[in-house]
């Protein structure tokens, strides 16, 4: 006979993120079949209830799962490979040169590597947009873990490389079409700087057609903006607007170089932001405007960016340097609360990625998208505040299991559906052959893990 | 018959910080009586040796521990308490009541956690500032961590409450020096605008005739400078030359809001800065002016600040937030590298402690205070570049193994000198205790972790 139910959480503090931002504080949840079937306070449960499993949450604080709305997964295998270079130098001597030299099986790994991580600090969905995507959609459903990938296409005004990025991507659809558990697609068109007109166009159509979500990098560097007013006379933002390719559906990453006109069309479209403070820092891009976006009441979700201009995939560290950097910047204690922020990590993300209905928020009838934080151990100690906790003091260590479309995929820092240990042997060969590959002398006293 | 050696370490990758930031790839230390006797490579190595313990560090990262140069250790209690509010709200209406009503042991328990979290983050030397320090130093000494430590002195312009403190000062000097295994003093007036002139005088005539450092909070907040100003007619730097008090003995911290005259007359006085990125963002305190420093060629070192200002001690997370806000302001990668960033936790610390013969890197005849970092976990790999590592991607939970005077505290997290399990449960004892004598209003609401 089956079991009534999957899993069953009991005795648990729970923060819903729900529209009243509940938070329960001893209180149960039911998972069948990938969803959440009942959410609520051990008071009111009644019967004993039939389970696989059943997760004992006593000192526990339970979350919805992180949502990372923007990534580039493989680059995990360039992590720490060239830090603390100007912006150009890094891309055009070290990023582009390695790039140039992934195969597939390198984004396979490099997806692997990025999920387990992103499991082990209780992100459960998260945006990609880079090469390879049949072997990351792979990696990804092999873990179970939820992705929303996108082919990045980019054709620098080419137009045999424009035909080949959209037939890329249409790839890319009818895979995750017939083959996907878990996975999505979105349509992912690299930069106002490096796509052409037409293939800005052709992405937006590929988005209505298929109902997709569609995703670019927008007014990340000074530069960027220089580059397009010196082109068509207007701000990226502004040329967006006038081919017509902003629109609700639209993820736009980074947005820090806008003007007031720009803030008023990224509102006006409805156009969703996510926001990188560490890797806008830590690449010396600049500081994203937050009174700006909260003045215009725009939505704003939560992105590690790369693990190479990071160089972690932690979505606890992004919702806490974006608490640190828009306090101390705007010396406003106020401006970004702790529950704020991991609103931007969680719900925020759901709602950019169109996902609202599916994920983002423990409730009824949601996704099974959990994640279980060990409230009793010295860094958090003590826990007089669940937010507070999450934003200034715990790390991801403190994940102790997370749980995506109702499987259990990480418990007490076990993987139930990877083999850990396996794919850092398979992340070393592949750089092995990668650096051999691509055989870049700068890369010779540099490299120091395979001494 | 008795070892040669305590402690052998081996096949491991060194960051030995010494002056000329020697890297050894495959090394070793041995240690004895609480020094590291000899450090080197493998293939250095020609004889076996007879020693107690031995540690195999393949795949680890070997560091000095980490010293951090400006923490209230007791406020571990009031971690999360009350945070996202104005700074005179916040210590009006929370910190100074709770306070207020801490009693000795709270400050014991306090510390104790401080101390367990600490080592669990690699820290292995830290200077306080606060009260009960007789306690603090008991709580230190037991888990055998390496405190500095200092009786917060304040009078207000109160002859008594002066007199107070300075006896309560020189009780410390006293207890230390007749039981200190491993800890030190440091003479702590509060800040120039807590402090008369006469207690600033008093301390610095403490610190010349016992020979011990000396610290004090010192334009941390734009408030402060005005309020000096009003008084003194001077800034608050310029108010403590004209006493007399700068001196290279001093550890200031904060110091954000300085003018071309303070930070020439620091750099003459060889005064040395304990930089707080994370308070100072979290409290919306300001941003420390980093080329001024690097202009002026004065020494930083790093702190956390007090554990209810950050939310917890992690020093990695503290470096890591001085690389992304420096290179961020200025949108410069190259302001702070990592390794730049490493120094100030590790060397830089000692030097501000006046500690540079004993610690803050792994030299022979130094200390044997050590960090032992696990290179082979999904976080940080590939661990292309060491100082990369971890100033970019590492968390707290990596450090595996941490040594201080030659004695292992922790190893592979599991702590020698300490119950943490009985730690936490004294914790929330005290903390209830606390509470109830309080008994504030302001906190019924919030305090979640009781329910």
Redesign the interface.
Not at 76 to 81: D, E, K, N
Not at 391 to 397: E, R
Not at 446 to 449: G, L, P, Q, S
């Given at each position: 006979m089956s079991s009534e139910y999957d899993i069953f959480i009991k005795n648990a503090?729970i923060l819903t993120m729900n529209k009243e931002m509940e938070?329960i504080?001893?209180g149960f949840i039911l998972v069948k079949n990938s969803k959440i079937v009942e959410i609520g306070s051990m008071t009111d449960l009644t019967k004993k209830h039939d389970t696989k499993e059943e997760i004992d949450a006593k000192d526990k604080l339970v979350i919805p799962g992180f949502v990372n709305s923007h990534n580039h997964f493989a680059m995990?295998?360039?992590?720490?490979?060239a830090?603390?270079?100007?912006?150009k130098d890094?891309l055009t001597n070290y990023i582009w040169p390695l790039e140039g030299n992934l195969e597939k099986n390198d984004c396979y790994i490099g997806t692997m590597?990025a999920a387990?991580?992103m499991v082990?600090?209780g992100t459960t969905t998260a945006c990609d947009m880079y090469f390879h995507e049949t072997e990351v959609f792979e990696a990804l459903e092999r873990i179970g873990f939820r992705g929303v990938l996108g082919h990045g296409m980019l054709d620098f005004g080419n137009e045999e490389k424009r035909k080949n990025e959209v037939t890329e991507t249409k790839n890319l659809i009818n895979l995750v079409k017939n083959k996907a558990k878990l996975c999505s697609v979105i349509i992912s068109p690299h930069a106002p700087n490096t796509c052409s007109v037409e293939l800005l166009l052709e992405a937006k159509k590929l988005s209505e057609d298929f109902n997709l979500p569609l995703q670019i990098h927008l007014a990340e560097t000074e530069k960027e903006v220089e580059e397009i007013k010196s082109i068509y006379n207007v701000t990226p933002t502004q040329h967006l607007q006038n081919i017509g390719f902003l629109c609700k559906e639209l993820v736009a990453a980074h947005c820090i170089w806008l003007n007031q006109e720009d803030y008023r069309l990224i509102k006006q479209n409805d156009v969703k932001i996510a926001h990188n403070p560490?890797s806008?820092?830590?690449?010396?891009?600049?500081?994203l405007n937050f009174n700006q976006y909260k003045n215009h009441d725009i939505l704003l979700a939560l992105g590690t960016d790369g693990p190479s201009s990071?160089?972690?995939?932690?979505m606890i560290?992004e919702l806490r340097?974006a608490?640190?950097?828009h306090?101390?910047?705007?010396?406003?204690?106020?401006i970004l609360?702790?529950e704020e922020a991991i609103k931007m990590a969680t719900i925020n993300g759901a709602k950019a990625l169109g996902l609202q209905d599916e994920i983002g928020s423990l409730e009824k009838g949601k996704k099974a998208d959990i994640a279980i934080i060990n409230?009793?151990t010295?860094?958090?100690?003590?826990?007089?505040?669940?937010y507070?906790?999450i934003?200034?003091?715990?790390?991801?260590?403190n994940i102790k299991t997370t749980i995506i479309n109702g499987k259990i995929i990480m418990n007490e820092r076990k993987f139930k559906t990877v083999d850990?240990s396996k794919?850092?042997i398979d992340?070393?060969e592949a750089?092995i052959q990668l650096l051999d590959r691509a055989n870049l002398e700068q890369f010779k006293d540099?490299?120091?893990?395979l001494?």
């Open positions: 503090q938070i504080d001893k995990t295998l360039f992590r720490g490979i830090d603390d270079l100007p912006l890094w590597l387990i991580e082990q600090g560490t806008n820092l830590k690449l010396g891009s600049g500081i990071n160089n972690n995939l932690s560290e340097l608490c640190y950097i306090k101390g910047v705007n010396r406003n204690t106020e609360p702790a409230k009793k010295p860094n958090v100690y003590p826990p007089h505040n669940p507070s906790m934003a200034y003091a715990m790390n991801d260590s850990v794919t850092l992340v070393k750089i540099k490299i120091r893990f001494k």
